[in-house]
T-cell receptor, first 111, second 116 residues
Framework: QKEVEQDPGPLSVPEGAIVSLNCTYSNSAFQYFMWYRQYSRKGPELLMYTYSSGNKEDGRFTAQVDKSSKYISLFIRDSQPSDSATYLCAMKNSGNTPLVFGKGTRLSVIA | GAVVSQHPSRVICKSGTSVKIECRSLDFQATTMFWYRQFPKQSLMLMATSNEGSKATYEQGVEKDKFLINHASLTLSTLTVTSAHPEDSSFYIC????????????FGQGTRLTVV
């Protein structure tokens, strides 16, 4: 089993829809959880950062972490065509260790 | 947010030559920088972790003599692909972590390397 599992999609939704992106993980030592957005041929851009369990909201984006289920989610409300990108979940344990990434989910928001 | 500048964004080189990619943190000091490789429609594959002033730690399967990493200052790390071959063609991305101990990493724009 991979440390981080993420459905690669592709996921196609109409403009204005609520998008739900998810990752599961196996390492219970992970404490820091991030979502990155990557446009084609660009470097990933940090969207959301969460420590431990709980919810975090930033504009149209909400990140949820459920450590008991080893499950994290990113919700995008009122999705826009400009949200079309690949979304990567990433996580790490404490200490100066590398991030562990999911495969990324390709999202297309159709106008 | 923090800015990481990666240069060049695209490079085409002949087989057998070497290519250097630079990664700079512009508004913060980066104790640690990471180098990744990404194939089309794939996730990021960590190649090595670079700490300022010390030797890089390479992931299993990554040839340290082929992918030379130098992290001579708190704002600059370089990746040199030596004796490049067509199979080295890929998208290379660096990221940097703030020395104050932030956990998230900030990424460069990536370098698309094509070896012909």
């Amino acid at each position: 089993q991979k440390e981080v599992e993420q459905d690669p999609g592709p996921l196609s939704v109409p403009e204005g829809a609520i998008v739900s992106l998810n990752c599961t993980y196996s390492n219970s030592a992970f404490q820091y959880f991030m979502w990155y957005r990557q446009y084609s041929r660009k470097g990933p851009e940090l969207l959301m950062y969460t420590y431990s369990s709980g919810n975090k909201e930033d504009g149209r984006f909400t990140a949820q972490v459920d450590k008991s289920s080893k499950y994290i989610s990113l919700f995008i409300r009122d999705s826009q065509p400009s949200d079309s990108a690949t979304y990567l979940c990433a996580m790490k344990n404490s200490g100066n260790t590398p991030l562990v990434f999911g495969k990324g989910t390709r999202l297309s928001v159709i106008a | 947010g923090a800015v990481v500048s990666q240069h060049p964004s695209r490079v085409i080189c002949k087989s057998g030559t070497s290519v250097k990619i630079e990664c700079r943190s512009l508004d913060f000091q980066a104790t640690t920088m990471f180098w990744y490789r990404q194939f089309p429609k794939q996730s990021l594959m960590l190649m090595a972790t670079s700490n300022e002033g010390s030797k890089a730690t390479y992931e299993q399967g990554v040839e340290k003599d082929k992918f030379l990493i130098n992290h001579a200052s708190l704002t600059l790390s370089t990746l040199t692909v030596t004796s490049a071959h067509p199979e080295d063609s890929s998208f290379y991305i660096c990221s940097a972590r703030d020395r104050t101990g932030g956990t998230e990493a900030f990424f460069g724009q990536g370098t698309r390397l094509t070896v012909v």
